[in-house]
């Protein structure tokens, strides 16, 4: 019996991936190389639902699979590829696109967030139909299990509603995948506004963590990360937003459980908290972002991944692409 699969995308976007992105998706992706026959790919097709300079997006596609072999991916053991490498998601992305409905896809809600920051007259059709072709990237894999942070749930279930639906109109073809999101860091906050979500389009430089910035600078925003007026060190997400987000950042980075930690600085001042987690974040960074510039500097063994990677993908998409066409008659 094979092993279950899993599949999961990351948008090439400019500069690196930020703290959010590595705790809530790209931590998982490691793990499950170990439990499933594992699947990641750098989505540049979805980059260019909004303006694309050419060489950027060539060059930020490379920085983003250089991160996540970084992170600690292992293309002897996953299957990691560019999107755009692998034409199936666009002819599954098609089929999709037809069997989705209007008001369907006017019901997601990171579009709705994404479109709103494009202005309604720069929003292009490729935004608003984005999350098909994320369904389709999932399907064509038969994918069991899609890690994602939390902002994804309902991505996952128009994929499995689009998947149940074709399996009933033309007959059993994709396997319908359930997401895959860790609770405990589903979702990583503004480290200056604990009521949003970290990331890159609404958060202040100040309340972003890029993986690749200066250790220092990265050092400088976690003790200066907005906490409460209180002085109590506990995780309480509802009374304690601020605190609780540096919690979770400190235990998933150490390994050391939320209760280890809230013992360690009972009675101890919030400034405690942020220089310990300021130094464990630095050393956390400091070897991913040598191993970053470890496979830029490397073209030809990006090269080689890459083209690997595609040919590996490629013998599932087709599969699974060739048995849809052949359902609907194509
Ligand atoms: P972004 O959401 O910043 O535009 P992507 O769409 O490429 O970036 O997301 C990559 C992965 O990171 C997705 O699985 C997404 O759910 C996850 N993610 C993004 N922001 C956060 C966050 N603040 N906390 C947890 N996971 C996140
Ligand atoms: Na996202």
Known sequence: HRRPRALSGIQPTAGSFHLGNYLGAVRQYVALQETHDAFYM???LHAITVPQEPAALRANTRLAVAQLLAAGLDPERCTLFVQSHVPEHAQLGWVMNCLTGFGEASRMTQFKDKAAKQGADRATVGLFTYPILQVADI??????????????????????????????RFGDTFTVPAPHIVKEVAKIYDLQDPAIKMSKSASTPKGLINLLDEPKATAKKVKSAVTDTDTVIRFDPAEKPGVSNLLTIYSTLTGRTIAELEKEYEGRMYGAL?????????????????????????????????????????????????????????
Not at 139 to 151: H, K, T
Not at 305 to 328: F, H, M, P, S
């Open 139 to 168: 399907l064509l894999y038969q994918a069991d299990a899609v890690p994602v942070g939390e902002d994804q749930r309902q991505h996952i279930e128009l994929t499995r509603d689009l998947a149940d639906r074709f399996n009933t």
């Open 42 to 44: 750098v989505v540049d």
């Open 274 to 330: 942020k220089t310990d987690l300021a130094e464990v974040m630095v050393e956390f960074v400091t070897p991913f972002r040598a191993r970053t510039q470890e496979y830029l500097d490397d073209p030809d063994t990006l090269d080689v991944i890459l083209a690997r990677g595609a040919e590996k993908a490629r013998a599932v998409a087709a599969g699974t692409l060739a048995a849809a066409y052949d359902r609907i008659g194509l």
